[in-house]
């Protein structure tokens, strides 16, 4: 019986996007044996997840493991992720389908937040403005209290603030100018796998405040840092060895 695995991106109008995200999946590729690996996208871009899982049955896949490429749990991972493997599971009632976990939160990932904040050049006394996607998910303020307190603990700083981009409050907009008129220093810290619009309104928002004469400094997005590759290899594994998706 063949081993597939089909890595599920989020998917983006932007190109610059999806070629970051099949870069670090790429790269993710190469640590996991299987016999068949594919990616494709809950949205927008192309293949969908059931042309993926398409693929990896004509390629003769007879278990199928897949892998969320998200940071956190969300709706994507509890609700449209599980409605295709279950439409999946209709269509090839054969197929042993597996479920792997989104990265979730850890010392690793938040090590790489920690080290784009201090590639800006922090001054003493800045406000590091953490900055998430938001969700109606309960457990995203849980996890962005987890990643605060870890950057707190990696890099010594009390002065930390969340701020997210929907759904949840407060937004990044009104933190970012609170903070600024305050007169000290901000790092915009956004806990984002990969460039896209969410990235682009950040760069513009922070590029206005700058010009106005605040000092905002923007730290990467967490990109294409080989510890993300192998952050992804890891769930990628887990998902081979897990118990069948019901």
Same mark, same amino acid.
């Given at each position: 019986m063949k081993q597939g695995v089909l890595y599920v991106s989020h998917g983006s109008r932007v190109p610059e996007t999806a070629r970051e995200a099949?870069?670090?999946i790429r790269q993710a590729m190469a640590q996991v044996d299987a016999d068949l690996q594919e990616i494709c996208y809950l949205? =927008?871009?192309e293949p969908d997840i059931a042309a993926g899982i398409d693929a990896l049955v004509r390629g003769g896949a007879g278990r199928i493991a897949v892998v969320p490429v998200l940071l956190l749990s969300a709706g994507h991972y509890y609700e449209d992720?599980?409605?295709a493997i279950r439409e999946a599971k209709r269509r090839y009632p054969h197929i042993v389908f597996t479920y792997g976990r989104p990265l979730g939160v850890g010392d690793r990932i938040t090590g790489i937040l920690a080290e784009n904040i201090l590639e800006t050049g922090m001054p003493p006394g800045a406000w590091i403005l953490l900055v998430g996607r938001g969700s109606r998910n309960p457990e995203t303020l849980c996890d962005f209290a987890k990643i605060a307190d870890?950057?707190?603990v990696q890099l010594g700083?009390?002065? =930390?603030k969340t701020a997210y981009l929907a759904v949840l409050e407060p937004r990044f907009d009104e933190a970012l100018k609170e903070l600024a008129v305050a007169g000290r220093p901000v790092v915009v810290a956004p806990y984002l796998w990969f460039t896209g619009v969410l990235v682009r309104s950040l760069e513009k928002k922070v590029g206005m405040l700058q010009r106005e004469g605040y000092d905002i400094r923007l730290a990467r997005y967490l990109g294409c840092h080989?510890?993300?590759a192998d952050a992804l290899a890891g769930r990628a594994k887990e998902a081979l060895g897990a118990e069948a998706f019901i």
């Open positions: 099949t870069a670090a949205e =927008i871009a992720i599980p409605r870890g950057l707190r700083a009390e002065q =930390i080989p510890d993300m």
